[in-house]
């Protein structure tokens, strides 16, 4: 029970216990009914200064959103294309015949 006293998230933070990791397990994909979201890559905050792993990652994105894309399933971005396609995916970039 959380103290009445509490006066922030902050004062409980060393109490809370996280979940476990959920088991990764296989999955089917509906093209029709499914959408990839490739989120926040952007220069500022995915750059090897200040999140190495972010840019790691990189290479799988590409892959799942090359192996995404076909297969059908739609693909939406939430990042400035011109800013990050060019430096993170040159053979993933968005073109009229090719639209993210």
């Keep these: 029970m959380v103290s009445a006293e509490a006066a922030t998230i902050i004062d409980e933070w060393a ?6 990791a ?4 296989p ?3 509906d093209p ?7 989120m926040d ?6 750059n ?3 999140r ?17 894309r076909a297969n059908g399933v739609m693909l939406v971005n939430t990042s400035r294309v011109r800013e990050v396609w060019p ?3 040159p053979r993933s970039l968005p073109s009229r015949a090719n639209p993210c």
């Design 32 to 38: 029709k009914t499914t959408a990839l979201l490739v």
């Design 52 to 68: 190495p792993r972010c840019v790691a990652s990189i290479p799988v994105i590409a892959k799942l959103m090359d192996e995404a």
């Design 27 to 29: 999955v089917t994909v």
């Design 22 to 25: 959920p088991e990764l397990k």
């Design 87 to 89: 430096m993170y995916f």
């Design 15 to 20: 109490s809370v216990k996280p979940e476990p």
């Design 41 to 46: 890559l952007v220069k500022g905050s995915c």
């Design 48 to 50: 090897a200064q200040r």
